[in-house]
């Protein structure tokens, strides 16, 4: 089976009116998953000692510190904060920590967890990008550490680079990065000689304007050769959908199909390395139909590889 972990908190960090990482996001992609067979799971409240895998407690004191008791209090350009802010982080946080549980013990085979705010772009002392709290590095980190594992890659498709994935985990030597994204455009990091400290980041710039067809052949040449090489314990996936022919934040030119395509081809490779085990977190993704529809092919792929 597969796992959908979600929780009604994600819908209440609210950003201000005209803001891409809004509310209705979340609305529409659970919607598209409505009526599919999935275990659906409450995802838990993450705790400070979660974080501290990645961030340090002056940084989660800042940002629960900073959450207003009314309105809205900005952290920097993009990334705002509203009464229910950090809850909502703390939630995504505390699903993809549940779901590593739950794949690593074996009560699904892999699972996806459905949240906001994201989480590719937080550092380990700074927000940015919408984003509070590493998940998916914290994720790789809690795998890590709780299940023993010598062996976690994160592969991370959202358009934009995967700075704060980068920077959690650069001095990780039992973890592999790998990020493909739109270049050059923001945050303007994430060149491939930017390797990490063991040799563990993997950075895949595509062309605005580049198409599936052109994803496909990157990947097929470049990463998933270096993903079967590394032969990981477990995949975590940072799912963002805004290299969308039709997402309005970026130039990249793929089709829902191609998300299934890049889901169905990362099951495999889990298949004949980890038994199947893939977490996957969303990310991005701000066209809401678009987002909707290629959420959808992404967790029916998850659901026919754990068949």
Known sequence: MTALLTHADCLTHVTPEGHPERVARLEHLLHALEGLELTRVTAPMASD???LRCHPQDYIDMIRSRVPAEGFDQLDGDTWLSPGSFNAAMRGVGAALK??????????????????????HAETSTPMGFCLFGTAALAAKHALDVHNLDRV????????HGNGTQDLLW?????LAITSHQSPLWPGTGEPKERGAHNNIMNVPLAPASDGAVMRK??????????????PQLI?????????QDDPLAQLEWTTDDFRWITRELCQIAAEHCDGRVVSTLEGGYDLQALAASGRAHVEELMEAAQ
Not at 236 to 244: C, L, N
């Open 49 to 51: 000692d979660d974080l």
């Open 99 to 120: 779901a590593v549980d739950m794949v690593m013990g074996g009560e699904v085979k892999n699972a996806f967890c459905a949240t906001r705010p994201p989480g590719h």
């Open 153 to 160: 890659a994160v592969v991370d498709f959202d358009v934009h």
């Open 171 to 175: 001095n990780e030597a039992r973890a």
């Open 218 to 231: 990157t990947y097929t040449s470049k990463v998933f050769p270096r993903l079967r090489e590394y032969d």
């Open 236 to 244: 975590i996936i940072s799912a963002g959908f805004d290299a969308h």
